[in-house]
């Protein structure tokens, strides 16, 4: 059973750089069978999905993001990690990481299981 | 940037059929999954591929994908069927597109 955790400050002030981590068990990073992703959900809103990452360290963001995203990945420690810049209060959310399942010759992709998630706000 | 639409919230009673839409230009020339999510969950996969459901799920879930849009059908609602439902899709442009989400309640 593949199970996702998310590490990291619940605390960040404006223009600080949040650092998440994803930790994954039941499955191995370095298979290269899946994308890893971040998504976040402001309190009360709906999901937003920030960018992913494969073995080869080929990384995908959102265009509203990717500017302040930086995603990476440690095979050895079965985790990969988010850096999001310049926080703002706008950051403020519940940030989960989730397996992607990319098949692009079917053109089908979604996201399975999620971690539980990480609620950060941003605050001075 | 690519978008897709749902309605904030469809009520339904217990034992009946729920249906969700969403709805995004050419729709039906992508596929589309849908998550639910409980109060303070994280979201769980509960279509993919427009029709398939995965290992785990009641039955009484399904779905389909035409033209402009993509319908998660509940049938036989049950209370425990109470949550938000997010529809998603994938652009080559923007990523993962999510909808609003749409709140079922059942009464």
């Known amino acids: 059973q593949v199970q996702l955790q998310e590490s990291g400050p619940g605390l960040m002030k404006p223009s600080q750089t949040l650092s998440l981590t994803c930790t994954v068990s039941?499955?191995?990073?370095?298979?290269?069978?899946?994308?890893w992703s971040w998504i976040r959900q402001p309190a009360g809103k709906g999901l937003e999905w920030i960018g992913r990452i494969y073995v080869s360290g080929s990384t995908n963001s959102n265009p509203s993001l990717q500017s302040r995203v930086t995603i990476s990945m440690d095979t050895s420690k079965n985790q990969f990690s988010l850096n999001l810049s310049s926080m703002t209060a706008a950051d403020t959310a519940v940030y989960f990481c989730?397996?992607?399942?990319?098949?692009?010759?079917?053109?089908?992709?979604?996201?399975?299981?999620w971690g539980p998630g990480i609620l950060v706000t941003v605050s001075s | 940037s690519y978008e897709v639409t749902q309605p904030p919230s469809v009520s339904v009673s217990p034992g009946q059929t729920a249906s969700i839409t969403c709805s995004g230009h050419r729709l039906g020339d992508k596929y589309v999954c849908w998550y639910q999510q409980k109060p303070g969950q994280s979201p769980v996969l509960v279509i993919y591929?427009?029709?398939k459901r995965p290992s785990g799920i009641p039955e009484r879930f399904s779905g389909s994908n035409s033209d402009h849009i993509a319908t998660l059908t509940i049938s036989g609602t049950q209370a425990m069927d109470e949550a938000d439902y997010y529809c998603q899709a994938w652009d080559s442009s923007t990523g993962y597109v999510f909808g609003s989400g749409t709140r079922v309640t059942v009464l």
């Open positions: 989730a397996r992607d399942h990319v098949n692009n010759a079917l053109g089908s992709f979604h996201l399975d299981p």
């Open positions: 039941g499955d191995s990073l370095s298979s290269g069978n899946n994308y």
């Open positions: 591929q427009d029709t």
